[in-house]
Nanobody
Framework: QVQLVESGGGLVQAGGSLRLSCTAS????????MAWYRRAPGKQRELVAF???????NYAGSAKGRFTISRDNAGNTVYLQMNSLKPEDTAVYYC?????????????WGQGTQVTVSS
């Protein structure tokens, strides 16, 4: 059974940093692409960043230059380092396995982790 557990969110002032973690079980993240998504209040879930099995990364324009996605295959964990946070980054953040183009693979999502950035 696939499980995704996100953590590391919190309340931070604009300009601050957070590091999100996502630990997967039921599958090995090393086999393919992993991605972070977010859902802001009143908006649809959107792709933030993804990392392929070979380590290639890709970022949404809003995240480029500020966020860094990485993976620890041994720990079956993917990370999202977020720097220079802005109020518009406020959202619930989720991870999932993904296609090579960042489309989510599993229908079952974790509970997400709330990120709130104050101005």
């Amino acid at each position: 059974q696939v499980q995704l557990v996100e953590s590391g969110g919190g309340l931070v002032q604009a300009g601050g940093s957070l590091r999100l973690s996502c630990t997967a079980s039921g599958f090995a993240i090393s086999i393919g692409t992993m991605a972070w998504y977010r859902r802001a209040p009143g908006k649809q879930r959107e792709l933030v960043a993804f990392i392929t099995g070979g380590g290639t990364t890709n970022y949404a324009g809003s995240a480029k230059g500020r966020f860094t996605i990485s993976r620890d295959n041994a720990g079956n964990t993917v990370y999202l380092q977020m720097n220079s946070l802005k109020p518009e980054d406020t959202a619930v953040y989720y991870c999932n396995a993904a296609s090579p183009f960042g489309m989510p693979r599993y229908a079952s999502w974790g509970q997400g982790t709330q990120v709130t950035v104050s101005s």
